[in-house]
């Protein structure tokens, strides 16, 4: 018997293992989760699985209407998630549809699908925005570290076309509608990997001095906006946080990934001198102030760089190593003969 895990839509909670009934139920009360079985090649939404369509359109009528093509901005895509370690979402366009991502973040796409490289984020291509809205749409993305450029990736053919994106290093990919979370998502600078075309890839300023100079972000951060898909990266493993109103959240500075926009962020020292001193997490932690949902990840990417620059060999030496006490003459017995 096939077992099922879930995966909440704009969560990295897992759910599982459930057996079919379990399932059924789950499903049910949850058609737009990720789900995932032995057999299958990656997750895929639960309405999308012929095991739960017809537990899935009994609750169709409780579903909230869809906005309608005029309201909507972003386009509407299909995706599935695959891989765990090293993630990569694989995104399903139909005809005339576009998705955005990072320069350099592409996988494969399916031959139909074009590659144009554009401004800014795309938002303005195709809805009547200039060349100085194009150029703003760009400055901002150098102010947050990324290139001037976004690929936009359209598919020109019929039928369903495919396009993929890996994430950068080892860690989590998440998909965020961001419709689901007030429209706006406050995020680490480099987080952003990929999106629907309509989502907005703008700056977010730290107002306060402190939170700037210690928050481990800087001054600036991404901020995403719009109500369509975007899949964001993080560092190891993420965990999701709801913080009521005024309750608050100790993080070390790193471990902040991305915030809604309600929730309040800022900085305090982590205790007294001998705990600044000797305590290892450095000076400040960043405190996070609901109500809202935040999301941490276990393994920033500054942290990983810096054990691997510690562990890097040292005016041309060897790498330090984890390995026998007996240092170099362990290294002739292993056969780590570098000499």
Sequence with gaps: MSHWYFVSAGSSQRIGPLDPDAAQAHAKAHPNDLCWREGLSGWQKARAMPEFAEAVETTAPQLPPLPSAASRRSDEIDFRIVGNDMPFVEVELDPGESAIAEAGALMYKDAHVQMDTVFGD?????????????????????????????????????????????????GTVLAMKLDEHGGRLICQKDSFLAGARGVTVGIHLQRKILTGLFGGEGFIMQKLEGDGWVFVHAGGTLVERELASGERLDVDTGCV???????????????????????????????????????LQSLPFSR?????????????????????????LGRMLDGDNGF
């Design 304 to 328: 990983m760089a810096g054990r691997m620059l510690a562990a890097a060999p040292q005016g041309g030496g060897q790498a330090r190593g984890e390995g026998s006490v007996l240092g170099g």
């Design 257 to 295: 990934m991305a915030y809604h926009a309600t929730v309040s962020m800022d900085v305090r020292p982590v205790g007294g001198i001998k705990s600044m001193l000797f305590g290892g997490e450095g000076v400040f932690l960043a405190t996070l102030t609901g109500p809202g949902k935040v999301w």
């Design 122 to 170: 795309g938002s303005h291509t195709g809805q009547g925005g200039g060349f100085m809205d194009k150029l703003f749409s760009a400055g901002k993305r150098v102010l947050t570290g990324e290139s001037l450029f976004t690929t936009m990736f359209t598919h020109t053919g019929q039928g369903k076309a495919k396009v993929a994106f890996a994430a950068p290093y080892p």
